[in-house]
């Protein structure tokens, strides 16, 4: 069993930025960040493969958002630069341990993102 911890959540205006930490309790294969914004349904905003450190980004994150790990503390960050209104979201880490980065079974209990116009 795999703990997530969330942190790094807040309140900023478009255009500026924070970034999202997640400490595991354990080494997993992939871990990655999702989000559900009221009213709509969960999506992935990025992934990484600890391993080897390939990365992967949702369309609409690319060259905003920057996912990041640091294995030796078994913790994923996410940059988002150029925060735009549509980014308010409830922000999810989860893990996957099996390493397809497909099988997410471990989920943070999330951070809340509110970005103001």
């Known amino acids: 069993q795999v703990q997530l911890v969330e942190s790094g959540g807040g309140s900023v205006q478009a255009g500026g930025s924070l970034r999202l930490s997640c400490a595991a309790s354990?080494?997993?294969?992939?871990m990655g960040w999702f989000r559900q914004a009221p009213g709509k349904e969960r999506e992935g905003v990025a992934h990484?493969?600890?391993?080897?450190?390939?990365?992967y980004y949702a369309d609409s994150m690319k060259g905003r958002f920057t996912i990041s790990q640091d294995n030796a503390k078994n913790t994923v960050y996410l940059q988002m630069n150029s925060l735009k209104s549509e980014d308010t979201a409830m922000y999810y880490c989860?893990?996957?341990?099996?390493?397809?980065?497909?099988?997410?079974?471990?989920w943070g209990q999330g951070t809340q993102v509110t970005v103001s116009s």
């Open positions: 354990g080494y997993t294969y992939c």
């Open positions: 990484i493969d600890t391993g080897g450190g390939s990365a």
């Open positions: 989860a893990a996957d341990p099996v390493g397809s980065c497909t099988d997410f079974s471990y």
